[in-house]
């Protein structure tokens, strides 16, 4: 089991480099890449919570307690981010929100190690699913973080490590959701639903308005795409 859970969450930490690619991509070409990645990220994310996490946490638990620590997830991930993405100054060499980029996604990828063992303890086909639906969102995230702190003053080189030291934070997550499950195995079956509310607000709040964004084939295909992330996490 700790295999599972640590072969996932390192997968999850290497994310990190994502950045690298990005420089042997034209900016153009970057941004289409991006823009098919975030729709099946979005598809994905919203199948995994309403195909998998959903459904799997109500067997273990009712479900009005599961829609309750649904929505309890979507709003801390809300204020997380709220908290975590402002910006105060507009001449300085490294804006402040870059930072606070890095410190906001090291909290989420904390979060979502412990999250990823918790799924992973109560079934191995869970975890699988869990872990495809949270790196199918991770690709298009790491790259807009990385644009972030590029943009926020950033070399390219530090962008990367600083990148990849938030999203390592995954495994030190991952490690405490796997040993803490011995003393709180009760919890565990909560922080499944918790995951999809996560997912949910990803979904709703990042990535679902950037596919709004593209205009004539480009949003028809962003369907399309969003439709296939859907039914890949179904067919799973």
Known sequence: MLLWILGAAIVDALLGFVGVFSLWF?????????????????????????????????????AWTAMALALAG??????????????RCKECKIHPFSYMMIVGDGIHNFLGGIILAA?????????????????????????????VLI???????RAILCSFGAQSTVILGAL???????????????LVPFAAGNFIYIAASDLIPEMHKSEGWDKIASIIIFGLGLLFMLLI
Request: glycine share 10%.
């Open 74 to 87: 979507f709003v801390l991930f809300m204020i997380v981010e709220s908290f975590f993405h402002w910006h």
């Open 26 to 62: 034209s900016k153009k070409n970057l941004d289409s890449i991006i823009h098919v990645l975030v729709a099946f990220a979005a598809g994905s994310l919203l199948g995994g919570a309403f195909f998998h996490l959903l459904p799997k946490s109500m067997e273990e638990i009712d």
């Open 176 to 190: 405490v959701g796997y040993y803490l499950s011995g003393v709180t195995e009760g919890i565990l079956p909560l």
């Open 119 to 147: 799924s992973f303890i109560v079934s191995i086909p869970l975890g699988i699913a869990t872990t495809i639906a949270i790196l199918a969102h991770e690709v298009p995230q790491q790259l807009g973080i990385f644009g």
């Open 151 to 157: 943009k926020g003053g950033f070399e390219r080189n």
